[in-house]
């Protein structure tokens, strides 16, 4: 989505943001439409497991519906407002299963739809593979194309935690309790075996051009063993995962202008045209020509 002005706040400016929350010292605030995405670097301790995360708040409440397609991470969506309307796979009948509260989601090999009725009021985390197994601390296998309410992870501390969020007094301050939260859990959370890590690093280095077989030998186990290694702590199956890796790589270039979608398959890894066009469809739910003209940010899709 295209930004629309941006600027850095600290506590001393009172940014008016929702519900009398400044931004904070270090706060960067970028207007993106009727939405406000309110960022600041992550916490050196959390790079290696959080690939990103922000606040988002409205100034003008808005309904939207978006769809979300594959990013090969997890995601945590704190609702401090409003919570959503509706969280569905594409093609499940609307109102089956929703999740309207904070919510979790595991790696996902197909698109989801979610809709808000506005008035939002969130922080949105993207977190590697392996450190969502660490932080949540349980198969990622069993969160597999699942939305689940926060609390189903993290326990009571989930009620507690959103509670804290509103009412801290800026946006920095939430962020340092979403760190200090963060930290705790991945203090002791389990330890992914090194070579589901090494093999997890070398298809995401490649963008999912690696074989399976390539992997295996790579890391010194059998196909077998590596795939039920791997998918209990990533989620996805070493070829899933590489399938969307494979996407979303592909979904970045097309957002360039005069782009080919030939030297697109061929860059990518893709046998030829029809097989990229094949695979956004599984995976997006559209071809690859309405992809890029859609507007989208975080894995969300405006179609």
Not at 139 to 151: D, R
């Amino acid at each position: 989505m295209r930004s629309e002005g941006s600027g850095f706040c600290d506590r001393n400016d009172r940014w008016p943001l929702a519900n009398g929350a400044a931004a904070g010292r270090g706060v960067r605030v970028t207007r993106i439409g009727s939405r406000w995405r309110v960022a600041r670097p992550r916490h050196p301790g959390l790079r290696p497991f959080v690939h990103s995360y922000a606040g988002y708040w409205e100034s003008e409440p808005v309904p939207y519906r978006v769809r979300l397609v594959p990013t090969g991470r997890a995601v945590v969506v704190i609702n401090i407002a409003e919570p959503f309307s509706e969280v569905r796979r594409l093609g499940e009948p609307s109102g089956r299963g929703a999740v309207v509260g904070s919510l979790v989601a595991g790696l996902e090999d197909g698109p989801r739809v979610c809709a808000h009725p506005g008035g939002q009021e969130a922080i949105r985390l993207e977190l590697t593979p392996l450190g969502a197994y660490r932080l949540f601390s349980l198969p990622m296998g069993e969160l597999t194309n699942t939305v689940v309410e926060l609390g189903h992870v993290l326990g009571p501390v989930a009620e507690e935690l959103v509670e804290r969020l509103a009412g801290a007094r800026d946006w920095a301050a939430r962020f340092d309790l979403v760190d200090a939260e963060l930290l705790a859990r991945l203090g002791r959370g389990p330890l992914p075996a090194p070579e589901v890590a090494q093999a997890c690093r070398l298809l995401s280095e490649a963008a999912g051009g690696i074989r399976v077989a390539r992997l295996a030998a790579e890391v010194g186990w059998s196909q077998g063993h590596l795939v039920r290694r791997f998918t209990e702590q990533v989620g996805l199956a070493p070829k899933a995962f590489a399938r969307v890796l494979r996407f979303h790589r592909a979904a970045g270039l097309l957002s360039g202008d005069g782009v080919d979608l030939n030297d697109v398959a061929l860059a990518c890894g893709f046998y030829d045209q029809a097989h990229l066009s094949r695979d956004f469809r599984a995976l997006a739910g559209t071809t690859p020509g309405r992809l890029a003209a859609a507007r989208w940010a975080d894995g969300a899709v405006a179609l």
